[in-house]
């Protein structure tokens, strides 16, 4: 077993406070996430939460491998409850992220992407060096319409220079757009998906409450931890 294994810093007991094994409703259950359900109760699937933390360790063995090589690993979770998660543990780890909306794109036209947050980067140093005063005040309006969607959809891959190693998604339906992607170029899918998701597209599923903030926290405490550890 590997040192992530020997020593998982994520309890079953912490799983099941932040309410991680809350699934979703029976007769939403997808047949994939079968495995995973330890039970029944008020209609309400209960996840298996000894499968959930064997899960995280595994995804995390495989994290720990991807940050020795160098490549990044981009989270994914635009869903209300997931937007300011995925964003702060993405932040704090020196991490892309995407959390308001996927553009179509963002990998099988990876090269226009760039271009549109290039485009971006070159309108805020022309702000910062002042060059932005030689413009009408119409057009520095214009400019800074244009440059309010860029950041809007684009600031949080400003760093992403190339295609990331992996993509953890929260709620892979919800992100079916950027889960095809990664699958037709073969990146590597992680993601943390509730009982009525279709985990047979994720490489590591992490099956648990994706409708929780709490939930969706915790999961991404641990897997933005495998950088923040070993950070310098």
Same mark, same amino acid.
């Given at each position: 077993?590997?040192?992530?294994?020997?020593?998982?810093?994520?309890?079953?007991?912490?799983?099941?406070?932040?309410?991680?094994?809350?699934?979703?409703?029976?007769?939403?259950?997808?047949?994939?996430?079968?495995?995973?359900?330890?039970?029944?109760?008020?209609?309400?699937?209960?996840?298996?939460?000894?499968?959930?933390?064997?899960?995280?360790?595994?995804?995390?063995?495989?994290?720990?491998?991807?940050?020795?090589?160098?490549?990044?690993?981009?989270?994914?979770?635009?869903?209300?409850?997931?937007?300011?998660?995925?964003?702060?543990?993405?932040?704090?780890?020196?991490?892309?992220?995407?959390?308001?909306?996927?553009?179509?794109?963002?990998?099988?036209?990876?090269?226009?992407?760039?271009?549109?947050?290039?485009?971006?980067?070159?309108?805020?140093?022309?702000?910062?060096?002042?060059?932005?005063?030689?413009?009408?005040?119409?057009?520095?309006?214009?400019?800074?319409?244009? @440059? &309010? =969607?860029? *950041?809007?959809?684009? #600031?949080?891959?400003?760093? !992403?220079? $190339?295609?990331? %190693?992996?993509?953890?998604?929260?709620?892979?339906?919800?992100?079916?757009?950027?889960?095809?992607?990664?699958?037709?170029?073969?990146?590597?899918?992680?993601?943390?998906?509730?009982?009525?998701?279709?985990?047979?597209?994720?490489?590591?599923?992490? @099956? &648990? =409450?994706? *409708?929780?903030?709490? #939930?969706?926290?915790?999961? !991404?405490? $641990?897997?933005? %931890?495998?950088?923040?550890?070993?950070?310098?």
């Amino acid at each position: 077993m590997t040192e992530i294994a020997k020593k998982p810093n994520i309890f079953v007991q912490g799983l099941s406070e932040a309410g991680v094994h809350y699934g979703s409703r029976r007769a939403r259950r997808h047949p994939s996430t079968k495995p995973f359900v330890f039970g029944t109760k008020n209609d309400i699937e209960i996840i298996d939460l000894e499968k959930t933390e064997s899960s995280i360790i595994k995804a995390k063995e495989f994290l720990a491998k991807l940050r020795e090589t160098g490549k990044k690993l981009l989270l994914v979770g635009n869903k209300s409850e997931a937007r300011s998660v995925i964003e702060k543990a993405a932040i704090r780890a020196g991490l892309p992220y995407v959390a308001l909306r996927w553009i179509g794109g963002t990998f099988t036209n990876f090269d226009e992407i760039r271009k549109r947050v290039e485009r971006l980067g070159d309108w805020e140093a022309k702000s910062n060096s002042g060059e932005l005063n030689k413009y009408t005040k119409k057009e520095r309006a214009r400019i800074a319409h244009e @440059v &309010g =969607n860029l *950041k809007r959809f684009f #600031s949080g891959i400003v760093e !992403m220079h $190339e295609l990331p %190693g992996a993509v953890f998604v929260v709620d892979p339906d919800k992100e079916s757009i950027a889960v095809t992607e990664a699958k037709k170029l073969g990146i590597p899918l992680l993601g943390l998906a509730n009982t009525d998701c279709d985990i047979s597209v994720l490489d590591y599923p992490i @099956v &648990g =409450n994706d *409708k929780s903030v709490a #939930s969706i926290k915790l999961i !991404m405490d $641990e897997i933005v %931890g495998v950088w923040l550890q070993h950070r310098t």
